[in-house]
């Protein structure tokens, strides 16, 4: 039992390593490279550290441990929040809380946690038939959330721009370095599958093996694989001290990188983990 546990933890913490010092940190500089908005940012950053949960959600499907996913997809959105208050607490940006955008994006992440809180205490099952209602789910809150930015975020975004081209921060996009971060993060995909296979076998070993609960690895899984989004949490608001307008720019990218984030925790990895379970059932 002591050799399964040092692999979990040995896999789970390269799962991370690959994805926070690789994967995002090069997603972040691909974004800037092409002089992406901060609310583009913070999505790519949403769909690269959600990275790491959909690889164990779907390592654990396949082994038959759709309790696992299940737990470790609302503990990793239940520590996402909690990480994302604390960066914006220590770096001193609670006034930017009060943009009415931010205010409905967060309100949109507390559903997130809310509904697989239901679906544990409820004992609900997820089935086929649930997945139809959580790609609506997602359809929905990205809709509110283009609409929130356009209606009190827009100008806001624009005149930060302005500001960045006046400053002459910006620079034209080099295909050479395009194509580089686009190979990285490729082969960073590759290192991350082949990984997580490994951590696929320890984990069934673990449940399986030494009858260790679903809800204890889930738990465990949900701690480790949100770790990539405290540290972008805390990067973006450290980007562009020198703007006038370097909080609300780094509150705007941190808050679509949360809620990306759990939406596709939530409404497509939870699905894809689904579909994955009852392939191999």
């Known amino acids: 039992m002591i050799l399964e546990i040092t692999e979990f933890i040995i896999y789970s913490t390269l799962i991370v390593i690959i994805a926070k010092y690789i994967l995002v940190k090069t997603l972040r500089k691909l974004a800037e490279n092409l002089n992406l908005k901060p609310k583009t940012v913070g999505n790519i950053a949403g769909y690269a550290t959600s990275l790491p949960e959909f690889l164990t959600v779907s390592v654990s499907s396949i082994n038959g441990l759709i309790g696992t996913g299940?737990?470790?997809?609302?503990?990793?959105n239940i520590i996402n929040f909690i990480q994302y208050m604390t960066s914006i607490i220590i770096n001193k940006n609670r006034k930017a809380l009060n943009n009415q955008a931010i205010k409905i994006d967060i309100i949109l992440v507390i559903i997130t946690i809310i509904i697989p809180?239901?679906?544990?205490?409820?004992?609900?099952?997820?089935?086929?038939?649930?997945?139809?209602?959580?790609?609506?789910?997602?359809?929905?809150?990205?809709?509110?959330n283009n609409n929130a930015h356009k209606l009190y975020l827009?100008?806001?975004?624009?005149?930060?721009?302005?500001?960045?081209?006046?400053?002459?921060?910006?620079?034209?996009?080099?295909?050479?370095?395009?194509?580089?971060?686009?190979?990285?993060?490729?082969?960073?995909?590759?290192?991350?599958?082949?990984?997580?296979?490994?951590?696929?076998?320890?984990?069934?070993?673990?449940c399986n093996k030494f009858n260790?609960?679903?809800?204890?690895?889930?738990?465990?899984?949900?701690?480790?694989?949100?770790?990539?989004?405290?540290?972008?949490?805390?990067?973006?608001?450290?980007?562009?001290?020198?703007?006038?307008?370097?909080?609300i720019i780094g509150v705007i990218e941190a808050t679509n990188n949360l809620l990306t984030s759990n939406m596709l925790n939530l409404?497509?990895?939870?699905?894809?983990?689904?579909?994955?379970?009852?392939?191999?059932k």
């Open 267 to 280: 409404c497509i990895i939870q699905s894809i983990g689904t579909i994955i379970y009852i392939m191999y």
């Open 117 to 144: 809180i239901i679906l544990v205490l409820k004992n609900i099952e997820i089935t086929l038939n649930l997945i139809p209602i959580l790609l609506i789910i997602y359809a929905l809150f990205y809709y509110l």
């Open 154 to 206: 827009e100008k806001e975004e624009k005149i930060i721009e302005k500001e960045i081209e006046n400053e002459g921060k910006k620079e034209k996009g080099n295909t050479r370095k395009t194509l580089l971060y686009t190979f990285i993060i490729l082969l960073s995909g590759i290192l991350l599958f082949l990984i997580s296979e490994l951590l696929g076998n320890t984990l069934n070993n673990l």
């Open 70 to 76: 299940i737990f470790n997809i609302l503990s990793s």
């Open 212 to 247: 260790i609960p679903e809800i204890i690895v889930g738990i465990l899984l949900g701690f480790i694989t949100s770790i990539p989004e405290l540290i972008t949490f805390f990067e973006s608001q450290k980007i562009n001290q020198n703007q006038k307008n370097n909080k």
